[in-house]
């Protein structure tokens, strides 16, 4: 395995947190790795290209990138009670003739919203930067907006309102957690490669989670200025027991996801194992 690695992630908490102690050279035996830090959307062009050794992707990209890439069962964000939300500044019941901004076309919090909203009448989308689409939806730029990350705390402080918790609804049609986002590995470092990144990768989290601390400057260096107590509660949400092994059931909640948005003719079906 060629050193250094680039080690491709958002600046967001969960993803600084988790990946702190690796890129700071504290696990004894890691490759060493040069980290890139990108919005999730760029992270899903950087692997669709072939850029990135390990990188942070959106699982609804994933039925593309596995030719190239090895799903790790360790790094990634999947839970309950984090799923993405639809926004708007006023009283709206549906969003007939609305113009929705998301945060790429990439990525789940868009699948999910694809899947939610076949019958909505939805008249337009506008990409943009996930933390320009709350400014953009309470300017009335646009009708209503598609939110990810730290987003889920702060809108209020916008005056905006929750019209549909898409994660919630996931959770109540299938009982399943809420796959967001992956870590993947190129395929080339084989099996046993593969195996010892995902090592260093629970080590980092487990690290963190002993003395989370040792992250917090590296954190909030990163994370775009947010209030302590956000940040807390954005690392407390988004970094569990999944993230240290998928499992069972977190692939269980992958698959179906995936499998759905197949059915639906939103992304090529699996081929293969996720495993």
């Given at each position: 395995?060629?050193?250094?690695?680039?080690?491709?992630?958002?600046?967001?908490?969960?993803?600084?947190?988790?990946?702190?102690?690796?890129?700071?050279?504290?696990?004894?035996?890691?490759?060493?790795?040069?980290?890139?830090?990108?919005?999730?959307?760029?992270?899903?062009?950087?692997?669709?290209?072939?850029?990135?050794?390990?990188?942070?992707?959106?699982?609804?990209?994933?039925?593309?990138?596995?030719?190239?890439?090895?799903?790790?069962?360790?790094?990634?964000?999947?839970?309950?009670?984090?799923?993405?939300?639809?926004?708007?500044?006023?009283?709206?019941?549906?969003?007939?003739?609305?113009?929705?901004?998301?945060?790429?076309?990439?990525?789940?919090?868009?699948?999910?919203?694809?899947?939610?909203?076949?019958?909505?009448?939805?008249?337009?989308?506008?990409?943009?930067?996930?933390?320009?689409?709350?400014?953009?939806?309470?300017?009335?730029?646009?009708?209503?907006?598609?939110?990810?990350?730290?987003?889920?705390?702060?809108?209020?402080?916008?005056?905006?309102?929750?019209?549909?918790?898409?994660?919630?609804?996931?959770?109540?049609?299938?009982?399943?957690p809420i796959p967001l986002g992956a870590i993947l590995a190129r395929r080339s470092f084989?099996?046993?490669?593969?195996?010892?990144?995902?090592?260093?990768?629970?080590?980092?989290?487990?690290?963190?989670?002993?003395?989370?601390?040792?992250?917090?400057?590296?954190?909030?260096?990163?994370?775009?200025?947010?209030?302590?107590?956000?940040?807390?509660?954005?690392?407390?949400?988004?970094?569990?027991?999944?993230?240290?092994?998928?499992?069972?059931?977190?692939?269980?909640?992958?698959?179906?996801?995936?499998?759905?948005?197949?059915?639906?003719?939103?992304?090529?079906?699996?081929?293969?194992?996720?495993?």
């Amino acid at each position: 395995m060629k050193e250094p690695l680039e080690l491709a992630f958002s600046p967001c908490p969960n993803d600084t947190f988790i990946f702190h102690a690796w890129v700071d050279g504290m696990i004894l035996g890691a490759p060493r790795v040069v980290p890139a830090y990108a919005d999730i959307d760029v992270l899903n062009g950087w692997a669709a290209a072939g850029r990135s050794d390990l990188v942070k992707v959106s699982y609804a990209a994933l039925p593309e990138l596995l030719g190239e890439y090895a799903l790790l069962p360790t790094g990634g964000a999947l839970g309950r009670g984090c799923g993405p939300l639809v926004v708007t500044a006023g009283e709206r019941g549906s969003l007939s003739g609305a113009t929705v901004a998301i945060p790429g076309k990439r990525t789940t919090a868009y699948l999910l919203f694809r899947l939610w909203a076949k019958d909505q009448g939805v008249a337009s989308i506008e990409v943009m930067p996930f933390d320009k689409i709350m400014p953009a939806v309470a300017a009335g730029t646009v009708d209503a907006g598609l939110i990810i990350h730290e987003s889920r705390f702060t809108y209020p402080s916008y005056g905006l309102g929750e019209l549909v918790d898409l994660g919630d609804w996931w959770e109540r049609d299938t009982g399943l957690p809420i796959p967001l986002g992956a870590i993947l590995a190129r395929r080339s470092f084989g099996y046993d490669g593969i195996t010892r990144l995902s090592m260093v990768i629970r080590e980092s989290v487990e690290r963190a989670w002993v003395d989370p601390e040792a992250s917090r400057s590296y954190v909030l260096e990163h994370s775009q200025e947010m209030a302590h107590e956000v940040v807390d509660q954005h690392i407390a949400l988004y970094v569990n027991a999944f993230t240290a092994d998928l499992g069972d059931e977190g692939h269980a909640a992958v698959k179906a996801l995936l499998d759905r948005a197949a059915a639906a003719g939103l992304t090529p079906p699996l081929s293969g194992s996720l495993r």
